[in-house]
Structures are given as C-alpha cells and as structure tokens.
T-cell receptor, first 115, second 111 residues
Framework: DAGVTQSPTHLIKTRGQHVTLRCSPISGHKSVSWYQQVLGQGPQFIFQYYEKEERGRGNFPDRFSARQFPNYSSELNVNALLLGDSALYLC??????????????FGPGTRLTVL | AQRVTQPEKLLSVFKGAPVELKCNYSYSGSPELFWYVQYSRQRLQLLLRHISRESIKGFTADLNKGETSFHLKKPFAQEEDSAMYYCALSGLGAAGNKLTFGGGTRVLVKP
C-alpha cells in the first residue's frame, strides 16, 4: 500500500485564483481530514469527512471547502486565494470516525505558494 | 477549547545524552495524546500514543493529568533522532476526532 497520496506536490497560484487539492486515503480508510501547516507552525485542522459527510470543521473562512467521493478520496478547494494561504496542506486518513483513539496517517502534503 | 503547547522550539543535545521534549495541553474532557515525528524529507508519522503505553525507538511518554502534560523522553539520544517532533491531542467533540497540534520542537542530536 502506498499510503496516503496527495496531488499535486507543488502549486503556485496568484492572489484571487482558485485551487483544488486532491487526496487518496489508505485503502479501507473511510475518514479523511485536511490540515494546513504554515511555515514554522504545527498543522491546523481544516475539515474532517467520513462516509462522504462533513463531520468537523476548523476555524477557517468559507473560502475553504471540501468534499469526499464514493471511493473515499477527497478534494480541498480554496477560492479567492490570499497570500496568507501559502502553506503545506496535509491530508490524513483513518479507518473510523468518532473515536479519539484512531491513528491518523498523513500524506506527503501539497505545497501551495500564493504570489 | 483544545490547545497544545510545546515551549521549546529547538533542543540541541549530544549523542548519548538524555532528551526530554515538553508538551502541555488544555482540554476539558478526556484526551488522547500523541507524539508525531517528521524526519527530513519524510511525511509526518506517528511515533507513539498514550493509549498504547509502549516504547518506540527508545522513546516513552507519560500522561500526567494533574499537570496536563505529556512529555516525551529518551535516555540516550541518537543522531537518527534528529527531527521535528509534534505533540498532538485528539478529543471527541463537534469536530469529530480532529488533532490539535503543538508548534513543534526541532531536535538536533550532535555527534
């Protein structure tokens, strides 16, 4: 198993543009979470999806949205990009939702640069 | 609200010396605590978790609910321990099982 995969690995956008990031979870995992990691800080929770439904949302503006597909892969969309959206975006998958003992497995991340 | 604090941004130790990474948390319920590690050019990966009560790569961590701490310790640091370490908390709530991370501690083990 390749683990959690994310695409693209790097992305450069300009202010005001829109971006879509993609994530494929570990086979058999039904929960996908998204995190934003700004340089020099720990990851910050954005969304969690389980069985195609949003189960949690962090303190991010409505410009951020996500969805999960029937095959449990997920997309993170960010509209009207700002310079401050430049960060590493991490996707994590876990087998269940609703238990705080579940281990989350992280992907390599997508590095987004907004100019 | 969930919060995790790692007071040290950088820890520099010599090979063979003990190393302790501090982690304090704030959470009103019953938390699950984790330590994640990121080696150079690798993805974030789980090092150990409180519920397992196991030692991984010589590291141990004890949950102290009275002091709301989950410090990570290793008695004899090795050069391969050089990495970024994140303490994280997971609590049940409206946001499912989200992880709240500390700011991270960079460990540098010198030969």
């Amino acid at each position: 198993d390749a683990g959690v995969t994310q695409s693209p690995t790097h992305l450069i956008k300009t202010r005001g543009q829109h971006v879509t990031l993609r994530c494929s979870p570990i086979s058999g995992h039904k929960s996908v979470s998204w995190y934003q990691q700004v340089l020099g800080q720990g990851p910050q929770f954005i969304f969690q999806y389980y069985e195609k439904e949003e189960r949690g949302r962090g303190n991010f503006p409505d410009r951020f949205s996500a969805r999960q597909f029937p095959n449990y892969s997920s997309e993170l969309n960010v509209n009207a990009l700002l310079l401050g959206d430049s960060a590493l975006y991490l996707c994590a998958s876990s087998s269940r939702q609703g238990s705080n003992t579940d281990t989350q497995y992280f992907g390599p991340g997508t590095r987004l640069t907004v100019l | 609200a969930q919060r995790v604090t790692q007071p040290e941004k950088l820890l520099s130790v010599f090979k063979g010396a003990p190393v302790e990474l501090k982690c304090n948390y704030s959470y009103s319920g019953s938390p699950e605590l984790f330590w994640y590690v990121q080696y150079s050019r690798q993805r974030l990966q789980l090092l150990l978790r409180h519920i397992s009560r196991e030692s991984i790569k010589g590291f141990t961590a004890d949950l102290n609910k009275g002091e709301t701490s989950f410090h990570l310790k290793k008695p004899f640091a090795q050069e391969e321990d050089s990495a970024m370490y994140y303490c994280a908390l997971s609590g049940l709530g409206a946001a499912g099982n989200k992880l709240t991370f500390g700011g991270g501690t960079r460990v540098l083990v010198k030969p």
